[in-house]
């Protein structure tokens, strides 16, 4: 009897710590209800394949995620909004991604040195998950961004 509260003793302690572990490498959750206008000018990146627009957390657009959202747009019809917290340690202040100055084709964490493609898969560095990706709806020029 002692062996098998021992055992469930352990048990419990090992479960507890895994849950403290996974929760320290999850991105908080906050609500995203984002819509831009494509025909604005500040939006003019995404008329074109591959252009990215950054939204600020908390903009004047709507609810802009835990460190902010990246737009990019596939083709015409078809555009993905990522966080911009790093997967990789996401608790830690400086786990924000931004996309690559020299060549626009990558995002990067500059804390971790991880590379995410523009369609949010995992490229290189110590992080092994995409970034965290939001729903995107299109209806005319209008493009709404939620989870």
């Known amino acids: 009897m002692r062996i098998l509260l021992l055992g469930l003793l ?15 490498s999850t991105i ?9 206008d494509l025909l604005d000018q500040q939006n003019k990146a ?3 394949d591959n252009g990215v627009v ?20 596939q083709n015409a019809t078809s555009y993905l909004a990522f966080e ?4 990789y340690q996401p608790l830690s202040a400086c786990a924000t991604i931004s996309l690559d100055h020299s060549s626009h ?4 964490d500059s804390c971790c040195t991880s590379h995410f493609s523009l369609q949010g898969q995992v490229t290189s560095g110590p992080a092994t998950r995409s970034l965290r990706q939001y729903t995107t ?7 709404t961004i939620t989870n």
């Open 10 to 24: 352990a048990s419990g302690l090992l479960a507890a710590c895994n849950s403290n572990t996974d929760a320290a």
């Open 46 to 48: 995404l008329r074109f």
């Open 28 to 36: 908080p959750y906050v609500p995203v209800n984002v819509q831009l």
């Open 105 to 108: 084709l990558y995002f990067q």
């Open 54 to 73: 950054a939204i600020p957390p908390g903009s004047a657009n709507g609810h802009g995620g835990v460190k902010g959202i990246y737009v990019v747009r």
């Open 137 to 143: 709806n299109l209806d005319g020029s209008l493009l």
């Open 84 to 87: 911009r917290n790093c997967p």
